[in-house]
């Protein structure tokens, strides 16, 4: 149970008998490492308080504290009790090997039973434990028997046995392995006389501390590691919510309430790092606050307030007044407001996140009769109590319904949150059933019927009644949790690799049940054939700019362009969306991407595009003028693919035009060189600029530019570019 | 610095939110809703009914106000407008209309406008109804040509249009087919610009024909099975109210998703949240000087070199057994990812296999996406029909969003209901139930109680009985939320105190306790022994504490300047506690960012050595 703390010891036998193993099968100590390992691991992920200690036996060296006289020999403690780390899991990868000497089980055990009796002195541990992983092959040293068993039960030790063969599939016995199913390694191949006199000894041991349950304890190493793949649930602590149940102000019921069923959440975030260093001191988040104008003026924390708004208003309301004003009431209280039939509760209707279960206080039998008396009296009736629910002062106050719960060993009350008026949307939808064009014919619904047939996860057992439902949602632990540790895991044991793929028994506890599949293939092929479906062909949205100025999109040309185009960008980037306004960084791949999305008018991209080169531009760096002429290339490389001249031309004009009042000379010259001019007719046929005047609008300049900057100059600003590249 | 902005807004929040915080993001469409009243202010409106029943207008004048209220606190960036028609004074724009007076134009509602709605309810509403506007002829067709150009002044871009018609009048113009003529060609230009328009058809005696005028008027229903048109005319307010909250909000899809039955059967359905906890809003900031909004802008840079960090730069870490293990950004996405988003049959189950107790959130809705999958719409309806048919549920694998790890829903049939009036108060489609998973279930361990005897189970009958009512998921206002918003109301419209709400969720205890009369004294003799107090160990145990609590908080610790200061001369400041220099900086005005003692110390020190 969660909140218990326990103290456990791994007790592995290493010695040598143990890696023996048929041909073809993995030898008993691998098994026994992998339980080990796979134990360990969850532990450590599970971050509970348990204690874990680890003693090897059949060692060649010996390290215990019992240690004496020649006693207690080839017994090994590993790592004494402590919470388990990943230092723990390293050990084990790299520290646990076969080994070549012997040891009795028998004297394991009472290392581990003294280990556990001092070192959990002083500490309150709930419960205590010995796990022994052996092969049984060594003969056990009888003679104390009977005092390690009387021991075991003084100090309140649990052991467990884990075997490569089951226990109760001895030679013998026989008969019983259709329950533990074939298949498990040693028991085709018979165990020697030390396993059996062994066997025998585990099963009086655990027989004597447990006589009916005794062997449930014992596994086979199969069964554990198949049990051990899955990650522990998350484990909370119930929390006791002591109240009253109040009907009137004459009866109340002394109650006890805990949250039985909520979404779980990891217990652990995420926490940012640099990547260079791993440290989460080195990065700083810091939010600052800034007026809504040109500049984006910065002020300061303290000189803001707190408005809310009503509307269209915006109402100063400061945190002091809001806390005077706000709705208060008298805190914890779960007050009945009246009874009404469960059917008018509906199930959709449920809010919130949680279910609290609400019992009796344990000390107090005469609140368990008053509280039985409810819930049976709205069980027979059934009804439901509407309550008013507060879980402290400062919480707000809910309304909601208690169920009756009646189960056979215990009753209570559950409580749901139900809506607030302010909660609900009433939507109406079309009728379906009404809709003569929509509504399926006879032989439609047979299909549906069959199909449900064949796809029920309860059945019935043709022997008894009992139904038997073969797809419990929740006994499947949560497979978001499951493969975070699974990938946490890898990742710190094998820093470096990438991700591992999904576990296979995961992956196969989400799909649909073997048997269904099978079942439902031809009713759901019926289906296919009664039901046609068709995708319906999206309409654009938008209308690709070259539908908007009318040119010519369905020319091969553009077509062609449009093809060569595809390989030149990341396509991830575009799938991905991630693109929605021309930005800084890179003005000239936002511009490409879209055009080729074609989510914003042409025009209006043009214009986020020549907004981008005009700040740019403000900047009189060279670096910068590079930035806006890769952008001017861009513009107008789309724009000749596009067939639409106008917006580039009637730009580069203006930008032109603005030259000798911005003191760009410098960074018209660099146009100049790359020789980047207007669109011309050739190029574009709407374009109203001839060949001629293309090359005019440079060579005019060009003529100019010689004559006004020294050639000096131009070459050594190249340079400083071709540095920068 | 814009990107950065954009890039960085979510990181914090993606682990808060993980899943489950679906809902409300509906405002992501672009574009704002609209909603014009257009209400018709003849005489015949203001005709009180039999038994001091509130007119025609007064009700109508109620429902706008409740739509008002309703949409500052759910959706205030809607748009709402309140127009007269066959007025006697004309207000509009460019005054081109007769007999039609723009009360309120299209814009987001606020205090000053539901003041300005309330004045026009009751007795004096009439009243000043009377004076301002009057009652003169009738021209649906210039009210409506009105209502278009308001439409057509908004500069926002307008997502859905919608126009309610209140009247009770089923022949505005008499008969003068020219005027009908006319507000049929407005109508139809109005409803080819995507408006639609709703008649809100008010009881009227003789009985309110739809069929000869304004069946022309109305938009058509979206689909021929939708009753639009047959229904009975509202004489009460609750319906009237109903019926205009179910045209109000437009129903969007939180998301569109494939349910899928097998290989290569996709059924397009929407999922819309019917129930969504209003929560109170978050405050925003503004400036100390002007009032007005400022943004926040959060930025993530390195601590040693102050650059700012690109996305590249960044990792994430989590520490597990003393190891601290690293990922990348998107390593910690692709673990989430499990599959595309979409619904996905497992099989099914009879409906007694769904636990009450199995709840983990709000359920949402299903319906099918005709416009999407050809198709769906009557795969859906069969399997609605025959889920509903053989109570049974449809257990799905459902991944709602990309990157998002998958639940298990049951799909809940939910046939359609409809009122005498024939409005629907139950909409057809399946309610999606969230399963819980094993981690989501706790361990408990139940007290072993005694049970109660028939005899007390049977008193306790008497008592439920006489408590019984009618639950209404829509009976209970949230008290918190209607006190915030009475609160800002009062400020906005510098009331002197804001307007008393009444807690709805608070037990009426004397009614409570009238009625059970006897039966509480009875039931407790039955179960609880003599001088057994239930109320007693808790309460007890609660005044101590309070007692215990202001004992420890009284003394305050407080030291008198001149030992103070000598305290800072001699360097002696630390042998007075961190509560008693706490106190020592109040004092002062001495303003410290930290709590430790060296602070509290070093801020203390400056202070007094300079004003020695």
């Known amino acids: 149970m969660a909140g218990t703390k326990s103290a456990l010891v791994l007790c592995m036998d290493v010695g040598f008998s143990m890696s023996n193993s048929a041909p073809g099968e993995e030898p008993p100590f691998e098994l026994a490492k992998k339980v080990i390992q796979k134990f360990v691991q969850r532990q450590v992920f599970a971050e509970n308080k348990d204690e874990l200690a680890l003693v090897l036996f059949g060692t060649d060296s010996t390290k215990n504290p019992l240690d004496r006289d020649g006693q207690y020999q080839n017994i090994t403690v590993h790592r004494h009790l402590m919470i388990p780390d990943f230092e723990l899991l390293e050990e084990i990868e790299n520290q646990v090997h076969p080994e070549s000497q012997q040891a009795d089980w028998m004297d394991a055990l009472v290392v581990c039973m003294d280990l556990l009796q001092t070192e959990t002195k002083g500490k309150k541990f709930d419960r205590l434990n010995v796990a022994l992983l052996t092969d049984l092959s060594t003969q056990a040293n009888q003679d104390h028997l009977d005092v390690i068993i009387e021991n075991l039960k003084q100090a309140g030790i649990t052991l467990q046995f884990f075997l490569p063969f089951p226990a109760e599939d001895d030679e013998e016995g026989g008969g019983d392995s259709d329950r533990r199913g074939p298949g498990h390694p040693g028991t085709g191949k018979g165990l020697s006389r030390e396993q059996k006199e062994s066997l025998d000894l585990v099963k009086h041991v655990m027989l004597s501390l447990d006589e009916e349950d005794g062997l449930d304890q014992v596994y086979t190493f199969r069964d554990a590691i198949e049990q051990l793949c899955m990650f522990k649930r998350i484990e909370r602590r119930p929390m006791a919510w002591p109240c009253q149940l109040t009907i009137g102000s004459c009866l109340s019921i002394r109650i006890v309430g805990y949250k039985a069923v909520t979404e779980e959440r990891l217990k652990k975030m995420w926490v940012t790092v640099d990547a260079q260093s791993n440290q989460k001191e080195d990065v700083k988040r810091e939010t600052v606050y800034c007026l809504d104008d040109d500049n984006e003026t910065e002020v300061k924390k303290d000189d803001t307030i707190q408005g809310f708004r009503y509307g269209s208003d915006i109402v100063p309301f400061s945190k002091v007044d809001q806390d005077q004003m706000k709705y208060k009431h008298d805190g914890k209280c779960f007050a009945v407001l009246g009874f009404t039939k469960q059917n008018l509760v509906r199930r959709h209707q449920f809010m919130g996140s949680q279910v609290v279960k609400m019992f009796a206080p344990k000390d107090d039998e005469h609140a368990g009769v008053a509280l039985s008396a409810l819930i049976r009296a709205l069980d027979e009736l059934q009804m439901v109590a509407i309550v008013r629910y507060a879980y402290d002062r400062r919480s707000n106050p809910q309304v909601g319904a208690a169920f009756p719960c009646v189960k056979q060993d215990y009753e209570c009350l559950m409580y749901v949150q139900l809506p607030f008026m302010e909660d609900l949307r009433q939507f109406t939808f079309p009728s379906l059933e009404n809709n003569k064009k929509l509504s399926p014919s006879d032989t439609q619904l047979s299909a549906v019927d069959s199909l449900i047939d064949s796809m029920m996860l309860v059945q019935k057992d043709d022997d008894d009644a009992d139904q038997k439902d073969i797809f419990k949602v929740h006994h499947i632990p949560n497979p978001a949790f499951q493969r975070h540790f699974q990938c946490l895991h890898h990742r710190a044991v094998n820093p470096g690799t990438p991700l591992p793929p999904m576990e296979p028994w995961l992956k196969a506890a989400l799909e649909r049940p073997d048997v269904i599949s099978e079942r439902c293939q031809a009713p759901l092929e019926e289906i296919k054939r009664k039901f046609p479906l068709i995708e319906v062909e999206k309409k654009k949205k938008l209308k690709t700019s070259a539908q908007i100025f009318g040119k010519d999109a369905e020319e091969p040309d553009a077509k062609k362009a449009k093809g060569d185009e595809e390989e030149d960008y990341n396509l991830a980037d575009i799938a991905e969306g991630s693109v929605t306004s021309v930005g800084s960084v890179d003005p000239a791949r936002d511009f490409r991407t879209l055009i080729k999305l074609k989510s914003l008018p042409f025009g209006e991209v043009c214009q986020q595009l020549t907004h981008r080169i005009e700040q740019l531009l403000s900047n009189k760096n060279t670096h910068y003028y590079m930035k806006s002429i890769t952008c001017i290339q861009a513009f107008r490389e789309q724009s000749v693919k596009l067939g639409n001249a106008d917006l580039y031309n009637s730009y580069l004009q203006s930008l032109k035009r603005s030259i000798p009042n911005r003191r760009l000379e410098v960074f018209w010259d660099l146009l100049v060189q790359d020789a980047i001019t207007l669109i011309s007719k050739d190029e574009v046929e709407g374009s109203t600029v001839s060949k001629n005047e293309a090359n005019q609008f440079l060579v005019v300049e060009e003529k100019k530019e010689e004559a006004a900057v020294p050639s000096a100059e131009d070459t050594g600003d190249v340079d400083d570019l071709l540095d920068m590249m | ?612």
């Open chain 2, 1 to 612: 610095m814009a990107e950065w902005n954009a890039y960085y807004q979510n990181e914090d929040e993606d682990e808060e939110q993980e899943e489950g915080e679906q809902s409300g993001g509906d405002y992501k469409v672009t574009g704002r809703d609209s909603l014009v009243f257009l209400v018709d202010a003849s005489k015949e409106m203001f005709i009180k009914g039999e038994d001091g029943e509130p007119s025609n207008f007064d009700m109508t004048m109620q429902v706008v106000r409740s739509v008002y209220t309703s949409k500052i606190i759910s959706s205030h960036r809607d748009l709402v407008a309140l127009v007269f028609y066959g007025t006697e004074q004309s207000k509009n724009p460019r005054n081109s209309f007769k007999y039609v007076y723009v009360y309120h134009d299209l814009d987001e509602p606020g205090a000053k406008r539901v003041q300005e709605v309330d004045a026009l309810r009751g007795e004096k509403g009439a009243r000043l109804a009377a004076e301002t506007m009057g009652s003169g002829e009738t021209s649906l067709g210039d009210a409506l040509w009105c209502c278009a150009n308001l439409y057509s002044d908004i500069k926002l871009r307008l997502s859905h249009k919608r126009l309610m018609i209140f009247t009770c009048r089923d022949e505005p113009h008499r008969g003068d087919s020219a005027k009908d003529r006319q507000a049929r060609t407005k109508a139809s230009d109005l409803k080819e610009t995507g408006v639609i328009i709703d008649l809100m058809h008010l009881m009227k005696p003789g009985g309110f024909d739809v069929a000869p005028f304004f069946r022309d008027i109305v938009s058509q229903p979206e689909d021929e099975s939708e009753l639009g048109l047959h229904l009975e005319p509202c004489d009460k307010l609750e319906d009237l109210q109903k019926r205009v909250r179910a045209k109000e909000q437009k129903k969007r899809a939180m998301a569109r998703l494939n349910l899928c039955l097998g290989e290569g059967i996709n059924v397009a359905v929407g999922i819309y949240a019917t129930a969504v906890t209003a929560r109170k809003p978050a405050a925003i900031r503004l400036y100390r000087e002007t009032n007005e909004p400022v943004r926040s802008k959060t930025r993530t840079f390195h601590m040693q070199t102050g650059s700012l960090l690109l996305p590249s730069e960044i990792k994430k870490a989590q520490t597990y057994g003393k190891k601290q293990i690293v990922m990348e950004r998107d390593e910690v996405d692709s673990i989430k990812k499990f599959q595309d988003p979409g619904l996905y049959l497992i099989g099914f189950k009879p409906m007694e296999k769904l636990k009450t107790h199995h709840h983990i959130r709000p359920a949402v809705f299903l319906y099918p996406e005709e416009g999407e999958v050809k198709g769906s719409a009557c795969l859906f309806s069969a399997l609605l029909m025959k889920c509903s048919e053989r109570n049974v549920f449809a257990l799905c694998r459902c991944v709602s969003r990309r990157n998002y790890p998958p639940r298990f829903v049951a799909l809940v049939p939910q046939r359609e209901e409809v009122d005498e009036g024939k409005v629907q108060f139950t909409p057809p489609g399946f309610n999606v139930i969230y399963l819980p998973y094993a981690d989501d279930l706790r361990t408990l361990d139940p007290p072993q109680c005694p049970s109660a005897s028939q005899i007390q189970v049977d008193k306790m009958k008497e008592i439920v009985s006489k408590l019984r009512f009618k639950y209404r998921s829509e009976a209970f206002e949230n008290p918190v939320i209607q006190q915030h918003y009475r609160n800002l109301e009062a400020l906005a419209l510098d009331m002197m105190a804001p307007e008393d709400t009444e807690d709805l969720i608070m037990p009426k205890v004397d009614q409570i306790n009238h009625r059970l009369g006897p039966l509480a004294e009875e039931f407790k003799d039955l179960v609880y022994p003599a001088g057994y107090n239930p109320e007693s160990k808790s309460v007890a145990k609660r005044k101590t504490a309070i007692v215990g609590g202001v004992a420890e908080k009284k003394p305050k610790a407080e030291v008198p300047e001149d030992e103070l200061r000598a305290h800072v001369q001699n360097g002696t400041l630390g042998k007075l506690t961190v509560p008693v220099l706490k106190e020592a900086c109040k004092q002062f005005g001495v303003r410290t960012t930290g709590t430790k003692k060296q602070e509290l110390i070093d801020a203390l020190t400056t202070r007094l050595t300079d004003t020695v």
